[in-house]
T-cell receptor
Framework: NAGVMQNPRHLVRRRGQEARLRCSPM?????VYWYRQLPEEGLKFMVY????????ESGMPKERFSAEFPKEGPSILRIQQVVRGDSAAYFC???????????FGQGTRLTVV | DQQVKQNSPSLSVQEGRISILNCDYT??????FLWYKKYPAEGPTFLIS?????DKNEDGRFTVFLNKSAKHLSLHIVPSQPGDSAVYFC???????????FGTGTRLKVLA
């Protein structure tokens, strides 16, 4: 049973470009979470999704950031017009239900140059 | 406003001894607490959890203690092993939500 798969592992974007981060949850998991970790900080919650629904996006910046978890395929975190401050490690996690422990992927390290 | 605090950024312990990692929180509405371990360039790995209705949970070498009146959580690792060297994050879940609030982590180094 494969774990949470994130790709790419590393992503370099120039300022103003778009970044797309993908997350395939563990088999049987229908709940997906995205977290961001800035250097020397803890993980910050961004968004919680179930299939085709955004349940809690209270941690998402109001502009340029969006997330989806379609009926088929991976969850996508999309960052438009990236800026240097978006450079961080983005972690996806999944769980079989919302009230159980979440299992994390290895993260995507985004560098904006 | 840091609701979950890990005030010790680092801790060194001799192999075979006990490691105690501490975590304080400010929100009395947290109902579930977890500890994750993280190696460099990897995602966090779930270690152990505890519900707010309990004060202790044990799993092998790992024990988590919850003191609700003090709003304090601790993770005990005994005996400590060199492979335990990692960054440990505590996390708390606000009641009625499905998100975790993470602390800033404590880097544990177990010396052989």
């Amino acid at each position: 049973n494969a774990g949470v798969m994130q790709n790419p592992r590393h992503l370099v974007r120039r300022r103003g470009q778009e970044a797309r981060l993908r997350c395939s949850p563990m088999k049987g998991h229908s709940h997906v979470y995205w977290y961001r970790q800035l250097p020397e900080e803890g993980l910050k919650f961004m968004v919680y999704l179930q299939k085709e629904n955004i349940i809690d996006e209270s941690g998402m910046p109001k502009e340029r950031f969006s997330a989806e978890f379609p009926k088929e395929g991976p969850s996508i975190l999309r960052i438009q017009q990236v800026v240097r401050g978006d450079s961080a490690a983005y972690f996806c996690a999944s769980s079989p239900q919302g009230d159980t422990e979440a299992f994390f992927g290895q993260g995507t390290r985004l560098t904006v140059v | 406003d840091q609701q979950v605090k890990q005030n010790s950024p680092s801790l060194s312990v001799q192999e075979g001894r006990i490691s105690i990692l501490n975590c304080d929180y400010t929100n009395s509405m947290f109902d579930y607490f977890l500890w994750y371990k993280k190696y460099p360039a990897e995602g966090p790995t779930f270690l152990i959890s505890i519900s707010s209705i309990k004060d202790k949970n044990e799993d092998g070498r790992f024990t988590v203690f919850l003191n609700k009146s003090a709003k304090h959580l601790s993770l005990h690792i005994v005996p400590s092993q060199p492979g335990d060297s990692a960054v440990y994050f505590c996390a708390a879940r606000p009641s009625g939500t499905y998100k975790y609030i993470f602390g800033t982590g404590t880097r544990l180094k177990v010396l052989a």
